[in-house]
């Protein structure tokens, strides 16, 4: 039970309780199912404090150190913690879908127990928030810190990350269909085994990201930046790449099939064995990358930069490689069955062992 002597204190106000505070030094500050209802409390200093089931209706906890306190069962209707210090704070079975939670920071905290559905947080801080297996699907998270933060498993289906900072956050094998994360921040994020399909990832920076196995069918990542990120095994079927860049990325069994990447840049990406069967790569660059045995059959690309990239035992059979650049690339038993390759750029390229039956628009003596 709550200490009575401490909670005459406590309703004397935040000033009067801080100095009170620091000059008493309480070992323990037991305020258990203490009602400190409307109270003006802003600013105040309750961490460490035992405050579990206590009623803080109305209560103005705005930027108040709410550190390391047990508010467990906790109550908030209608009360102001804007701004507030909750990290570390123990919160199983707490109440704040009425409070005013904006901007309160939540770093490293476990909010496993907490009900965020309906809630505004503002520009709230949840970097390292252990957040795993929550239903968070259609909420709104823009702009929200999540670096580092746990989310394995969690619901985020439709959930808006706009502009949000989720850098080394873990994902894997999050739900996230259809959700947002145009401009987000992904630098070294674990998306393995995330579920992303349809998910617009535009303008993201995923520099490192790691989307191994994930499902991004008809994900739009159109200007991500892709750079040194882990696709390995991930199904990407008729994704939006336009114009991202994936400069050193892993995309080895990727599936790529009927996905738009014209313009974006693959130079020294490794996709051995991907399928990029029927993809559009328009102007795409794959110099100096890793290409072998990967299926290229009816892909469209004219124009595409594949100087010094190793095609050894491709398969482009039926593709239009018209103008593209073939400059020094390794085509050792490569497939360019019916393939279209007029305009082709081929000076100091390697055909042993290529197969150019029914090429249109290239010499054989040309090899």
Request: charged share 20%; hydrophobic share 45%.
């Amino acid at each position: 039970m709550a200490d009575l002597k401490i909670v005459r204190h406590i309703k004397d106000g935040a000033e009067r309780w801080n100095a009170w505070r620091e000059k008493a030094l309480p070992e323990e500050i037991d305020l258990q199912k203490v009602d400190l209802s409307g109270l003006k409390l802003s600013g105040v200093n309750l961490s460490q404090a035992n405050l579990s089931k206590a009623n803080f209706s109305r209560a103005d906890l705005s930027n108040a150190n709410l550190t390391g306190a047990n508010l467990s069962g906790a109550v908030f209707p209608n009360a102001n913690l804007k701004g507030a210090d909750l990290r570390g704070a123990i919160l199983a079975q707490a109440n704040i879908s009425q409070a005013n939670v904006q901007d309160v920071n939540l770093a490293g905290t476990d909010l496993r127990s907490l009900e965020l559905r309906g809630i505004n947080l503002g520009s709230a801080n949840l970097s390292g928030a252990d957040l795993r297996g929550v239903n968070l699907s259609g909420e709104n998270f823009k702009k929200i810190n999540l670096s580092g933060a746990n989310l394995s498993g969690a619901y985020l289906q439709n959930t808006d990350f706009s502009g949000a900072n989720l850098s080394n956050a873990n994902l894997s094998n999050a739900k996230m269909s259809r959700a947002k994360l145009r401009g987000t921040l992904l630098t070294r994020a674990n998306l393995c085994g995330a579920l992303l399909d349809f998910a617009d990832i535009s303008m993201a920076g995923c520099l490192m990201a790691n989307f191994s196995e994930a499902i991004l069918n008809k994900a739009v990542l159109n200007k991500a930046n892709l750079g040194s990120a882990i696709f390995s095994g991930a199904q990407l079927v008729g994704a939006e790449l336009c114009d991202a860049f994936l400069e050193d990325a892993f995309l080895s069994m990727a599936n790529l099939t009927k996905a738009n990447l014209s313009h974006a840049d693959f130079s020294r990406t490794y996709l051995y064995k991907a399928i990029l069967a029927q993809a559009n790569c328009i102007e795409t660059k794959f110099r100096h990358a890793e290409l072998k045995e990967v299926d290229l059959s009816m892909a469209i690309l004219k124009q595409a930069n594949f100087a010094v990239a190793d095609l050894q035992n491709s398969y482009l059979g039926g593709a239009d490689l018209s103008g593209a650049n073939l400059m020094g690339a390794n085509l050792q038993n490569a497939n360019f069955a019916n393939a279209n390759l007029t305009d082709v750029i081929v000076e100091s390229t390697i055909w042993e062992g290529a197969n150019l039956q029914g090429v249109i628009g290239f010499l054989l003596q040309q090899k």
